[in-house]
């Protein structure tokens, strides 16, 4: 599996392996798996999941942005000596010589955004602490981004949508020992919020079981059965 190199400047400070359903947080704040000390970084500034034979970078709406390569980005699959910058500390993305990699990655999988210096500039604003709350007010549905179905995007309209291997489930999922009906995401006044409902394998949030309700928060990886899939926003 490959492994992630925090570095300050040309200084290597620590090295996190990434194993297959890692999810790892990076930021300011102590409860992060990756700490970054720094005025420059967000509390919970990015985070990195495990999709498939892949691993998924994501900007956490960070006030100073995430960067691959010198691009800003908002999500992006990572390749071989990928080198990522937030703040002031670069992170080295890398597969041990002689491990094997997962092919077609960049080709078929990459989904980075780059944005040009005008929207970098806009998404900043928006993001300032006297802006959120306007923000927050645009909000008008959630989605599902099912990685499993080519990224279909499911939009959650309804009161309650259901997830499982039954025909009769709004979104479903094969799996052994997934529940004819194995959760629900029910959409409230204050969120959404998932629930585990039958199966004897419960549904994922970040790498941690659901046994009763959680609530979403923007680019949560669900897995449920043999799926995975990430939970967003659209203004």
């Known amino acids: 599996m490959p492994t992630l190199t925090l570095k300050f400047k040309e ?4 090295e996190f392996p990434l194993d297959k359903e890692t999810n790892i947080s990076i930021g300011r704040h102590n409860e ?6 720094n005025l420059a970084v967000s509390g919970y500034h990015a985070k990195i999941d495990s999709i498939g034979n892949g691993f998924l970078l994501t900007d956490l709406q960070s006030k100073n ?3 691959i390569n010198g691009k800003t980005i908002n999500s992006h699959y990572l390749t071989h000596n990928d080198t990522i910058i937030i703040g002031k500390h670069s992170l080295i993305f890398a597969y041990k010589a002689g491990e094997s ?3 077609n ?3 078929d999988m990459d989904q980075t955004m780059i944005l040009d210096t005008g929207k970098y500039k806009e998404m900043m604003e928006q993001n300032a602490p006297e802006k959120r709350i306007a923000k927050k007010v645009k909000i008008k549905e959630a989605y599902l981004s099912i990685f499993s179905k080519d990224n279909e995007e499911v939009c959650l309209s309804k009161k309650i949508t259901r997830i499982g291997k039954a025909s009769d489930n709004d979104i479903i999922m094969g799996g052994l020992l997934t529940g004819k009906t194995a959760a629900t995401i029910s959409k409230r006044p204050g969120g959404y919020f998932l629930s585990y409902v039958d199966g004897m394998k419960k549904p994922k949030v970040n790498g941690s079981a659901v046994t009763e309700s959680v609530q979403l928060k923007e680019f949560d990886i669900i897995s449920i059965g043999s799926g995975k899939m990430q939970f967003s926003y659209k203004e």
């Open 32 to 37: 992060n798996d990756v700490v970054i000390n």
């Open 105 to 107: 990655t960049a080709a």
């Open 65 to 67: 942005g995430t960067f």
């Open 101 to 103: 990699r997962p092919k």
């Open 11 to 14: 200084n290597s400070i620590k």
